[in-house]
């Protein structure tokens, strides 16, 4: 059990982002256990103290939306400008060639790059599964090894060319298997008490690798165990054409009729969703994730900002995701915000975002979506001590910004947090990874990585 006390003393500012977006100056906080247990102004005795003058502590991002395997693909030449199907095909064919040790690697390293730019709880989307659930098995080791809240969602694809897809068969399952298999996960690794370190979740990939049927299974596995779903919807032309052709619907109605909306549903991208279709998702609580820099990076004629401004507006509930390193050659929650923030003024009918609400989308915003708003995704006493604490004094980056806490750390180019803690135990400290050795990590992937040939 862990019930050290560790005292953030005299911040300088605490984005708290409680109901009211309290924004604290000269508090304290004390961390006992997993908990927060007081946000004070008076002396108090604790076991560790970060001194945290000229320091903001906020609390831990929260990122929606990732495919933790995919840091091979980071700068692909052969995924550059390629249509959503062809994009998939390549990926897939990568994801058919690694093997245990690469997904456990490239897990450990997307989320080591998370954890230090401040983001204490992630989600992943791994969808290809040549072996059972070893890759599943994989990633959850690293998130338990590197001390990162974690909530993996078992993915799925099971159209291929024998269905006349583009994605090879063995990078597919059959539905039986796919529900056979994803109940294996949830039963034993799945675990739904107050401040959780791991849940797992259902996804089948898209509208077009996957089955009717499989959203279906997924949608009776989510309710028979109250897990959340999620799936890519409202990302390309190519998806749109597709459901037209085979449903005669537009894809959001496609899910909507086979009962995929509500409070425990998120739809990942939402870039072509028109007012109608918002309205819908606000009337139905049912969530967005925006992953802005994987959105632009876009071939000729497709929409590459979805509409977050009219989103929000509509009060749509948004969170933020880095999406897989295939899309997004990073993996880091404060780049994503301030790529979300600053994109919205290319759309003809928004202007870029205050930081308030894209606080709210790295944070409470993401905690509503993974249903867990009571415990973490605020600055509150008994939450969940997730914090980061970023350095104002001593960095170039944020100099001249002094205006408010939030803007300087939106507006300006993204660093590296001081300390970040999950759970009330210190994972990052004077911006180094506590329960890892990168360096050994890094050299260990990029040696299997240049062997790989797909
Ligand atoms: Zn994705």
Known sequence: MNNKSILIKNAEYIITMDRNEKILKGYSILVKGKQIALITKKKVKADEKIDARGKIVIPGFINCHHHLFQVGLRGNPALQNQPIDRWIK????????????????????????????????????????????????????AAQDIGIRFHPYRGSMSLSKKDGAEFPDKAVEKPDDIATRTEAVITKYHNPDKFSMLRIGIAPCTIFTSRREDYKNALILAKKYDLLLQTHLGESSFENKYTKNKFGKRPLSFLMDLGWEGKNVSFVHGINMNIREIKELAQTNTHVVHCPISNARKPIGEEGVAPVYSMLTKG????????????????????????????????????????????????????????????????????????????????????????????????????????????????????????????????????????LSY
């Not at 897939?92 to 709880?121: F, K, P, Q």
């Not at 880095?322 to 979300?340: F, I, M």
């Open 316 to 451: 749509v509930n948004v969170a933020i995701g880095v999406d897989g390193s295939a899309g997004n050659d990073s993996s880091n929650v404060l780049e994503e915000l301030r790529w979300a923030r600053t994109l919205q003024g290319i759309r003809k009918d928004s202007t870029y975002l205050k930081p308030s609400p894209v606080m709210a989308m790295g944070t409470i915003n993401g905690a509503r979506l993974l249903g867990r708003e009571t415990e973490i995704g605020s600055i509150e006493e008994g939450k969940a001590a997730d914090l980061a604490i970023f350095d104002i004094t001593d960095t170039l980056e944020r100099v001249g910004s002094i205006y408010d806490p939030q803007t300087m750390l939106l507006a300006c180019q993204a660093t590296r947090a001081d300390t970040v803690i999950v759970n009330g135990k210190k994972v990052v400290e004077k911006s180094q990874l506590i329960n890892l050795d990168a360096k050994k990590i890094i050299c260990k992937l990029n040696k299997r990585l240049k062997k």
């Open 90 to 141: 390549i990926v897939s064919n990568y994801a058919t060639v690694i093997d245990e040790e690469i997904v456990y690697l490239s897990a450990l390293v997307n989320m080591a790059e998370l954890l230090l730019y401040g983001c204490t709880t992630t989600t992943d989307m791994h969808y290809i599964f040549p072996k059972g659930n070893s890759f599943i098995e994989a990633t959850i080791k």
